[in-house]
């Protein structure tokens, strides 16, 4: 695989949390080309993250967002016909699905998929049905209250703002080491959107490596570190999220702010 591409951290960034020394890339995607049947959904897709960042993955609706993070979670579509991904030194790109989720890397989709039928504490048992494990319930229960107060309560009965955060735990309880999100704030209200927010924020500052996918880019971007930018599934953007809140142009041209 080529040198990954020399990316400069913004050490003004609010978030800074290590030496520039001690911050390598922790994921990488290098020349991904995936897709459905004969036609393409994302190409030349390249981009870095160093551990305990967030990346914001934005462009309009159909740019390959939710296509990139399924090429990266390894799903059966679209299929990967070319490119490399690498998370803590191991090849995912040579992965199953489930080799994947087990090597760290847990997606949580627009849709959620709670388990109907469970509550919300079989759900998150469920999840750790096999090793490795990640978060105790405790832990879960300690930075999402409203779950442990709902825990024996059928989990598709649940607001969307606490399925959204069953979801998030559910990723949490097993070992992870690259966070996905797609569309978290979708349908939700403002409050629970601050406090989704809250929740990736101390996921962040915990050290785990976060993708988000949202639509609402100025709502991530704010806590983001860096930022891509999709358009007709190749990247039109790779930089700081600071750059992107700051530049107009780019966010009328690309994002339609």
Request: charged content about 25%.
């Amino acid at each position: 695989m080529p040198e990954a591409e020399n990316i400069k951290f913004d050490s003004a960034h609010p978030y800074h949390r290590k030496p520039e020394t001690e911050r390598r890339p922790y994921f990488s995607c290098w020349e991904l080309q995936s897709y459905y049947g004969e036609s393409y959904v994302v190409q030349n897709i390249s981009f870095d993250i160093r551990e305990g960042e967030v990346l914001a993955l934005l462009g309009r609706n159909g740019a390959g967002k939710t296509s990139t993070l399924r090429t990266i979670a390894r799903t059966d579509l679209p299929s990967l016909r070319y490119g490399e991904i690498w998370l803590d030194h191991q090849p995912v790109h040579e992965m199953t699905s489930y080799q994947a989720a087990q090597s760290g890397i847990q997606l949580v989709p627009e849709d959620r998929r709670i388990i109907g039928g469970l509550s919300v504490e079989e759900n998150l048992k469920l999840a750790q049905i096999e090793e490795p494990h990640g978060w105790s319930f405790e832990r879960i229960y300690e930075s999402f209250p409203r779950l442990a107060e709902r825990r024996k309560q059928e989990a598709v009965t649940l607001s969307g703002g606490e399925q959204q955060m069953l979801a998030v735990a559910r990723a949490l309880a097993r070992d992870l080491k690259l966070l996905m999100l797609d569309e978290p704030y979708e349908g939700l209200a403002p409050v629970i959107r601050e406090e989704i927010a809250r929740i990736v924020v101390d996921i962040r500052d915990l050290g785990i490596t976060t993708i988000i996918v949202e639509q609402d880019a100025m709502a991530v971007l704010r806590y983001s570190d860096r930022a891509v930018i999709l358009d007709s599934g190749e990247i039109a953007f790779s930089g700081s999220a600071a750059e992107v809140r700051e530049n107009k142009q780019l966010l009328e041209h690309y994002l339609s702010v």
